[in-house]
């Protein structure tokens, strides 16, 4: 009979929550935490929290309106354990590929704002990269990806089938003129295949270990894509 096997993923979320020179506040989009978070933790994984500054991560307040739940956001607001865990998110700087099987990062406009520079981010996706760990990204987290460089100093996202919010979502949402780019340009700026599906519908991208989302409907698909490479990865490596 085969040993029972921890996974053992990482979240990283964003530490910024100032939406431009708005006056509002963004950070994380709920549902993007929320649905990864507990499909991946009803699979039996052990997720660990991060994010660039430590503590509690900034919630985008639009992301709490009633037009933004789910099953998951709900579970979430009655969940005070992970309330707690969330608030207490170590820093960026003290977490190591090497120690995880994956990474999932959740989106909301912030990381368009930090983690898209953020040299301790960057280095942590190059370190997944080499040590072929699968990664998962939705929504406007796929911007993480923009500065990150495969070891022959390509852009990592050059030549790979890549999803992430589009410009008519953004469109839609009011900010093409807030945000610092639109990031179906900037995915396509940097070799990457984009591609959509409709919009505030369901769209994965999967290129090899690297899973990309387009937007909060996408994120509890991204999570059960990367449970499965997870999955799959372990299977291997335990024959």
């Known amino acids: 009979m085969a040993a029972h096997i921890i996974m053992k993923i ?15 506040q963004t950070g994380f989009w709920v549902e993007e935490f929320a649905a990864p978070y507990y499909e991946l933790a009803d699979a039996g994984a052990e997720i660990t929290l991060a994010s660039p500054k430590g503590g509690q991560p900034p919630i ?22 992970l309330q707690q865990k969330l608030a207490h998110t170590l820093k960026l700087s003290e977490v190591k590929a090497a120690d995880f ?35 998962a990204l939705v929504c406007h987290a796929p911007c993480a990806l923009l500065n990150v460089k495969l070891a022959d100093g390509d852009p990592l996202v050059k030549g790979r089938n890549v999803t992430g919010f589009s410009d008519t979502e953004e469109a839609a949402v009011k ?30 991208q999967t290129d090899g270990l690297l899973i990309t989302g387009q937007n909060p409907a996408s994120s509890a698909a991204a999570a059960k894509a990367l449970l499965k490479l997870v999955k799959d990865r372990a299977a291997r490596e335990s024959r």
């Open 60 to 81: 985008d307040p639009s992301s709490e309106l009633p037009a933004a739940q789910t099953e998951f956001t709900r579970r979430f607001d009655q969940d005070a354990p």
């Open 175 to 204: 900010l093409t003129k807030v945000v610092p780019f639109l990031l179906e340009d900037e995915l396509n700026k940097a070799g990457g295949h984009y591609s959509k599906g409709p919009d505030w519908g369901v769209y994965v």
């Open 101 to 135: 099987d994956a990474v999932f990062y959740p989106g909301g406009h912030g990381p368009m704002w930090d983690l898209v520079k953020d040299r301790d981010s960057i280095g942590l996706i190059e370190a997944f990269q080499q040590q072929e760990k699968p990664m």
């Open 10 to 24: 990482l979240i990283v979320l964003t530490s910024h929550s100032e939406l431009g020179d708005t006056g509002k």
